[in-house]
């Protein structure tokens, strides 16, 4: 089955900037899509970034558009979210998710990105800005 971990979670200053990477593992197919999202205390769970594969096109919701940059490495098995311009809003556990129910012919993914879309998850890294 996938296996995803997240890492990369950590305490920035607002402003600041952090690295998010998940490392995953167990597909079985080269279609599939990997997004973050995130979760704040009594907010629901928001996806903020997707990307899908093979072909590699990134997706952003308004919320970060602008601020993060999603990027995958195959050949690493590796996915990431750079994330600048960090503020306290930010504040979040961030989810690593796979969908692995698609194929090229997939529509391009739309915001708000549903959750139970995705059939797997990592168990989430924290990140907190301070302001």
């Known amino acids: 089955e996938v296996q995803l971990l997240e890492s990369g979670g950590g305490v920035v200053q607002a402003g600041g900037s952090l690295r998010l990477s998940c490392a995953a593992s167990g597909f079985t197919s080269d279609d599939y899509a990997l997004s973050w999202f995130r979760q704040a205390p009594g907010k629901e769970r928001e996806g903020v970034s997707c990307?899908?594969?093979?072909?590699?096109?990134?997706y952003y919701a308004d919320s970060v558009k602008g601020r993060f940059t999603i990027s995958g490495d195959r050949d690493k098995n590796t996915v990431y979210l750079e994330m600048n311009s960090l503020t306290p809003e930010d504040t979040a556990v961030y989810y690593c998710a796979a969908d692995t129910n698609r194929n090229s012919f997939a529509p391009a993914p739309t915001f708000p990105l549903l959750p139970y879309e995705y059939d797997y998850w990592g168990q989430g890294t924290q990140v907190t800005v301070s302001s």
């Open positions: 990307i899908s594969f093979p072909n590699g096109l990134t």
